[in-house]
């Protein structure tokens, strides 16, 4: 089955610490996206990649970083330097950033800061 | 003023009800145009993409009105299952910038 997957579900994290969550896809996509959603707020992007070996910041990518060394993974880790990383975290894919291409999201990461 | 605002609700309407949502955008040169659905703790999915003339799917109906700068979504006929969050989602040109509403939260009762 062609789809995106993350991991883990749950991740609990001490203050402090880096972590890492991983993102995979096998629709063959271009572009990957990461968005963070806080409750009652909408998706924000941290980093999106149009290609291998190639990203941008997003709107809120201080504390974040991202490597894309092969089209179907895009991991993104949250490092200590986040202030307030407690959130749900999306990752998404699509065909190309251009034209009426929709993203297909994976299950998402809920991350904890104890 | 936010890039993409929508009524927050919730909405809270009986079966069978006719409930429209109501989303507006700040960007005039914004070219795409969705709405996606998402469950409770669950990622968004992609409900239908909204065109010039309007589209219609199944008990969904989507508009777009670009002069005012806002899009709508009708839901006929309401389940128990339509009960989620809906998000409107607008595409910049050029395409990578992808704003996210902050969603409309639909219960639908009994």
């Known amino acids: 089955d062609g789809g995106i997957t993350q991991s883990p579900k749950y991740l609990f994290r001490k203050e402090g610490q880096n972590v890492t969550l991983s993102c995979e896809q096998n629709l063959n996509h271009d572009a990957m996206y990461w968005y963070r959603q806080d409750p009652g707020q909408g998706l924000r992007l941290i980093y999106y990649?149009?290609?291998?070996?190639?990203?941008q910041k997003g709107d809120i990518a201080e504390g974040y970083s991202v490597s894309r060394e092969k089209k179907e993974s895009f991991p993104l880790t949250v490092t200590s330097a986040q202030k307030n990383p407690t959130a749900f975290y999306l990752c998404?894919?699509?065909?190309?950033?251009?034209?009426?291409?929709?993203?297909?999201f994976g299950p998402g990461t809920r991350l904890t800061v104890l | 003023r936010k890039e993409v605002e929508q009524d927050p609700g919730p909405f809270n309407v009986p079966e069978g009800a006719t409930v429209a949502f109501n989303c507006t955008y700040s960007n005039s040169a914004s070219q795409s145009f969705f709405w996606y659905r998402q469950d409770c703790r669950k990622e968004p999915k992609l409900l239908m993409s909204?065109?010039?003339s309007g589209n219609e799917d199944g008990r969904f109906t989507a508009q777009l009105n670009r002069a005012s700068q806002y899009i709508s979504l009708l839901i006929r006929d309401s389940k128990l299952s339509d009960s989620a969050t809906y998000l409107c989602?607008?595409?910049?040109?050029?395409?990578?910038?992808?704003?996210f509403g902050a969603g409309t939260r639909l219960f639908v009762k009994a």
């Open positions: 998404a894919s699509s065909s190309g950033p251009w034209g009426n291409n929709e993203q297909f």
């Open positions: 909204v065109y010039s």
């Open positions: 990649s149009q290609i291998v070996n190639d990203f």
């Open positions: 989602v607008v595409k910049s040109t050029g395409g990578f910038k992808t704003i």
